[in-house]
């Protein structure tokens, strides 16, 4: 059995013969522990100990550990443990057992196996005794990881979270010690637990704290090469391990959600018809190579941002690019996870505003799953860091969202894709809207043939009522509309970008050359100072992807086989074969496009600046007058 040949499945066998070791584990054990943990009289009504300010490093004490019975004392007055006691226990011991049977393979793949073996005989000494000590410390890490993962995924998500614990006194000399250590941290964070739902928070915080303190020791081990490429599965646990990439989280529930089709997007052509390519662009990824085609070929849509008035369509975009990779990833058999971070994740708790919008990232970009994540109203989720009446929450969520978008540690994969959503995306900050790799004008119907189809699709067919002399639907022809709608941006529509446009043309004519594509983007950068190298990467990745604007044919996605279930190299070919060459046509239209964006952007944060302005400017003009009234009648006093 191998880690790091794509899925392992560990054999229950495995797992059970660690059974007799776990159940001790979980009856009582002594540890040997650094005297720093919570001790000495408890604070009547707090849950709380007291601590002894006289400095105790170094020292080191025995401590009974028995997680059965510490456990069974949330209900001192019962002898029998409740369900959800006994479910805790139960996780302990199994997740023990899987901890061992994952270490077991864990030898198998590297030296540690054989080493064990000679030291059986002879102690080794030397070269040999050094590698054999840092692999077992590393096997005993990945011990701990795996328990810490486990009970993290298992253990149901009831009652209130918990800050009140702390990591556990890590030992990593041997994998039996590194569990131990664990249970003896969970134990303590059980302690005093005053109900079933406070120790299953407990258990769930001690978890998540195990993880972020072992993350942070990582890097002390090496060797953890085939633990990192690991995927692992125990489907009688519904319980999947994936190395390090992301610390894993709640188990996914099914997605519910109205799904709308194509032909139920009415207007928005552009934006409709990147969403179609983007659900049939990321169903490309290969699990196997943890890469898709299109990021290497170009094209690949990471992050975009969709603006426009209230009720103009963008939650029906959402449900269409949804429910298209939906149906895709169940004709694959790939798991598809879709989220949406919103304002009921932004917390008045330092820090935890953060940490949702870091866990709504992470369970996006698994690079297990097919992901697509939405941030509605991003305008009111994530603040301007200028903005001193944005709450700590709002700026936390700004700091995560940069950072995963395009932060020095982001890895685009192309398993996954992020929409910001916004009716006042002028009210997002600078920096994180340029993060946005496209621009879509979400601007609902437009033309008279929009409203007749859209008031067609609502109206239903309980009715009598005649069509006319019209062909439904014929102007959401997505081609056709489309065409129209990039040929459009062929000449800029913002007033600002006009006038760039129209200085730009009076002295160099047409762009022809690469030198005159430079001075019409530097022209717009001496316009609009937030037109900076950022925007020319999103523009020439918005090229690239129109150059790879190519119609994966719709049965390539009819069976798996036929193009989902194809090797890297296979799809990456036949994906190739398809692209076209980039024209200066689609290098003004999207310089057009985007330029236009920004100069509508500040065109309406600078309207709002100056309505403030009149606005109190109109209030002291007011006052002034109401002072004087009432200096007149004697009513005012300094």
């Known amino acids: 059995m191998s880690l790091n040949t794509g899925l392992t499945a560990i054999p229950e066998d495995d797992i059970v013969k660690h059974l007799g070791l776990a159940q001790s584990f979980v009856s009582k054990i002594v540890m040997l522990e650094n005297d720093s943990g919570p001790g000495g009289t408890a604070i009547a009504g707090t849950g709380r100990r007291f601590v002894s300010t006289v400095a105790t490093t170094g020292v080191r004490r025995t401590r009974e550990v028995d997680l059965a019975r510490t456990i069974q004392s949330a209900r001192p007055n019962d002898p029998m443990l409740t369900p959800r006691q006994h479910m805790l226990l139960y996780r302990a011991r199994r997740g023990v057992m899987v901890a061992l049977a994952v270490t077991d393979i864990f030898a198998r793949q590297t030296q540690l196996e054989a080493l064990q073996s000679r030291n059986a005989v002879s102690p080794l000494t030397g070269a040999d005794a050094d590698q054999f000590k840092g692999l077992l410390a590393t096997s005993g890490f990945v011990a701990a990881f795996t328990l810490a993962a486990y009970l993290s995924v298992t253990l149901s998500a009831e009652g209130e979270p918990t800050e009140d614990v702390t990591e556990p006194d890590f030992l990593f000399d041997t994998p039996q010690d590194a569990v131990k250590s664990m249970i003896a941290g969970l134990e303590r964070a059980l302690s005093g637990a005053p109900d079933d739902l406070a120790l299953l928070s407990r258990a769930r915080a001690f978890a998540r704290d195990a993880i972020a303190g072992l993350m942070a020791r990582k890097p002390r081990f090496t060797g953890l090469g085939p633990f990192e490429s690991a995927h692992i599965r125990i489907e009688s646990d519904d319980f999947d391990l994936d190395g390090f990439d992301v610390a894993p989280g709640a188990k996914r529930k099914p997605l519910v959600m109205s799904f709308k089709k194509p032909d139920e997007v009415i207007g928005n052509h552009i934006a409709k018809y990147q969403g179609m390519k983007l659900a049939k662009m990321i169903m490309a990824y290969d699990f196997t190579r943890g890469l898709n085609p299109f990021v290497e070929l170009g094209g690949f849509l990471f992050t975009f941002i969709g603006d426009g008035m209230p009720g103009t369509g963008k939650t029906t975009l959402i449900q269409m690019i949804a429910g298209l990779i939906n149906d895709y990833c169940q004709v694959a058999g790939y798991a598809f996870h879709y989220e949406n971070f919103g304002v009921d994740q932004v917390s008045s708790y330092q820090g935890k505003s953060g940490q949702n919008c870091k866990a709504f990232i992470d369970n996006i970009m698994n690079p297990k799953t097919i992901g697509f994540g939405t941030i509605d109203d991003v305008d009111q989720v994530a603040a301007k860091r200028s903005d001193d009446r944005a709450s700590s929450g709002q700026q936390e969520v700004t700091a995560v969202l940069m ?124 316009a609009e100072p937030r037109f900076t190298g950022r925007a020319i990467k999103n523009i020439t990745d918005a090229i690239k992807m129109r150059a790879m604007d190519v119609e994966l044919p719709d049965d390539w996605f009819d069976k798996p086989e036929t193009f989902l279930h194809k090797d890297y190299d296979a799809k990456k070919a036949m994906i190739a074969e398809l692209r076209q060459p980039i024209t200066l046509d689609m290098v003004q239209q999207e310089i057009n496009r985007y330029a236009d964006s920004e100069f509508r952007y500040a065109d309406k944060s600078d309207d709002a600046a100056v309505n403030d302005i009149i606005r109190r400017e109109r209030q002291r003009e007011r006052a002034i007058r109401e002072i004087e009234a009432m200096k007149t009648e004697g009513r005012w006093t300094n």
Request: hydrophobic share 35%; with cysteine; proline share 3%.
């Open 403 to 526: 950072e995963a978008f395009a932060g020095a540690s982001t890895v685009v994969r192309g398993n996954c894709s992020f929409g910001m959503f916004s009716n006042y995306p002028e009210n997002v900050d600078d920096a994180l809207r340029q993060r946005a790799g496209a621009r879509w004008l979400v601007d609902g119907p437009q033309t008279r043939e929009d409203y007749i189809d859209i008031f067609a699709l609502l109206v239903g067919k309980n009715h009598q009522i005649p069509l006319g002399e019209y062909q439904l639907y014929a102007g959401q022809e997505i081609k056709r509309a489309v065409s129209a709608t990039y040929e459009g941006h062929s000449s800029p529509s913002e007033d600002g970008l006009v006038k760039v446009w129209e200085r730009f043309e009076k002295s160099r004519g047409s762009l022809k050359t690469i030198a005159d594509i430079g001075a019409y983007l530097h022209e717009i950068r001496l």
